[in-house]
T-cell receptor, first 116, second 112 residues
Framework: GAVVSQHPSRVICKSGTSVKIECRSL??????MFWYRQFPKKSLMLMAT?????????EQGVEKDKFLINHASLTLSTLTVTSAHPEDSSFYIC????????????FGPGTRLTVL | EDKVVQSPLSLVVHEGDTVTLNCSYE??????LLWYKQEKKAPTFLFML????IEKKSGRLSSILDKKELFSILNITATQTGDSAIYLC????????????FGQGTELSVKP
């Protein structure tokens, strides 16, 4: 299957700082990338859908000014958690998909964010 | 509102047992149902189902979809400790740009 990487894999930061997470599709061009959040023992919750060169579409209840998404190229999307607070601590996972015709999504390994 | 419900939420079995995981859904304009296995990190793809009644099989794992009753099952035969994971079911609707709606997951633990 296709490979999606995320960086960093783990980050610890102080409250009030901003954290950038990168999601890269390594061997294919991703027309669409998705950002999910997962709490312990819980399922994945979609935060936003990102298409290259256009603004991200955020799910209801997700603050777009807090979770900034940039999809600058067909292989890279970034999620920036601005002014992070302890309640933002979570596991953030991206996925990427090429094309639109019954193509599966390939998930990155996730980023564990801990805000002190 | 679209939703996906999995059961059971957790399950403990012994090696060699057969397990059946359930996923029911309500979604407008259904496109596909997907099963993923999640161990420590990213979910890994298992199956994509789009048509009713056609079993998909991969080794000891198999899955089938019933679009009339709106559910799918994932079967694992002769379970091994390496099958221990969270199994996630997700549904995709048409015209939603590939967005997946996930169920809560079933945490499977296989004891030696």
């Amino acid at each position: 299957g296709a490979v999606v990487s995320q960086h960093p894999s783990r980050v610890i930061c102080k409250s009030g700082t901003s954290v950038k997470i990168e999601c890269r599709s390594l061997d294919f061009q991703a027309t669409t990338m998705f950002w999910y959040r997962q709490f312990p023992k819980k399922s994945l919750m979609l935060m936003a859908t990102s298409n290259e060169g256009s603004k991200a579409t955020y799910e209801q209840g997700v603050e777009k000014d807090k979770f900034l998404i940039n999809h600058a190229s067909l292989t890279l999307s970034t999620l920036t958690v601005t002014s992070a607070h302890p309640e933002d601590s979570s596991f953030y996972i991206c996925s990427a998909r090429f094309g639109s015709n019954y193509n599966e999504q390939f998930f990155g390994p996730g980023t564990r964010l801990t805000v002190l | 509102e679209d939703k996906v419900v999995q059961s059971p939420l957790s399950l403990v079995v012994h090696e060699g047992d057969t397990v059946t995981l359930n996923c029911s859904y309500e979604v407008t304009n259904f496109r596909s149902l997907l099963w993923y296995k999640q161990e420590k990190k990213a979910p890994t793809f298992l199956f994509m189902l789009t048509s009713s009644g056609i079993e998909k099989k991969s080794g000891r794992l198999s899955s089938i979809l019933d679009k009339k009753e709106l559910f799918s099952i994932l079967n694992i035969t002769a379970t091994q400790t390496g099958d221990s994971a969270i199994y996630l079911c997700a549904v995709e609707a048409n015209n939603q740009g590939g967005k997946l709606i996930f169920g809560q997951g079933t945490e499977l633990s296989v004891k030696p």
